[in-house]
């Protein structure tokens, strides 16, 4: 299981295809790839910069993956987020499980997800037609990562 | 201790800052410390925020002492 | 919207790039990659063979996209499917889907691939130590499918 | 009609075959008739099997005509 913390871009394919070199037994993988928006909540989205908390972000993913595989029988995991000045269309996040049949990846997978955007220690700031603005965060977001509590 | 701030506290209240803790301390109370000051430690402490004690999330009744890292932020907001 | 049946492998990241040139509202992509497992119900898999009914194989995976784009608000989708000779840790199946948020992109997913599993026309033969077999199709398929009526 | 089959009923009974039908008859009636054949068409029609009319699946008591194209296959198994 990995969790990168990273500026520069992230290739979904050859972080799919380090898993499986090493996993014959895989049958299913999930990806999740977060994008920036175009539009935010104040209109059109010209730049976004993402700031972390290094250290505690690196935990508190590799936390959520020993969960993660305690609650699901996954085979192996990928957590990679970028951090630093990202552009509309550019890749956020990716959350890739890979496990023997496909549920328990869906599941692993959109849990990964949930709780990342409620724990891990990443901050967004947007850069509109009014300035920058830091992103408020979402109740739905927390509804979200409650329920698998 | 140091306490860590980050995004828009960050920005508000700079990097970080050392304060001496001489006993065991409800993170609350240090909050309450830092909101004495006014102004915009006021106002940014006024709204939602989250702290962690050496790099985990933590409650406001948790308690720190004078080698403990205290990190206060907005809600997060990655993914 | 796109459905590709082929013998030649796929590449994910390509897929997912022709998808988010066109969209920059997206804000989600998931991505599920089924791969062949070596080891099957009958022992260790040496090679797969893949059938389909072409036509019908298409027309079923477009109608599975149609039904997938008035249940959730998805942006675009792509489905690739492979047939012919296949080995283990090959890919099979891409089912990838766009969508503003992840919610939607994680339960369109989901759904194409339960309903493809049950209704899309593709059968598999095993090469095992014990020569060639078709592979049964699994009643825990049918009670996942089923869950979306 | 053309009846198609795919799999494992493809190696038994070949590609597809052509029977005449002079009236609408339903799928039900088609299965009976070849499974008269007895030896393997009994045995592998005995085994659950799946039906598609001019390529949509379709309900054993469902209708064909001689312009028809019937499809006969095992459960699916892709993805």
Known sequence: ?149 | MKIRYFARLREAFGESEEIKLTAETEVSEVAALLKERGGQWLDELSRPYRVAINGKMAAMDAKVSDSDELAIFPPVTGG
Chains 1, 3 share one sequence.
């Open chain 1, 1 to 149: 299981m990995k969790v990168v913390i990273q500026q520069s871009d992230f290739d979904v394919a050859r972080e799919m295809a380090e898993i499986r070199k090493s996993h014959p037994e895989i049958g299913a993988m999930v990806n999740f790839v977060g994008l920036v928006r175009d539009f935010g909540e104040a209109g059109r989205v010209r730049e976004m910069m993402l700031e972390h908390y290094p250290g505690m972000t690196e935990r508190c993913l590799e936390a959520l993956l020993v969960e993660a595989n305690e609650r699901w029988k996954i085979v192996d995991a990928t957590v990679v987020h970028r951090v630093g000045s990202l552009l509309p269309g550019d890749q956020i996040v990716l959350v890739l499980v890979a496990s023997h049949h496909r549920k328990e990846a869906f599941r692993a997978a959109e849990f990964l997800m949930d709780r990342l955007k409620t724990e891990a220690p990443f901050w967004k700031k947007e850069h509109t037609v009014e300035g920058w603005r830091w992103v408020d965060a979402k109740a739905s977001d927390e509804a979200a990562s409650s329920e698998w509590m």
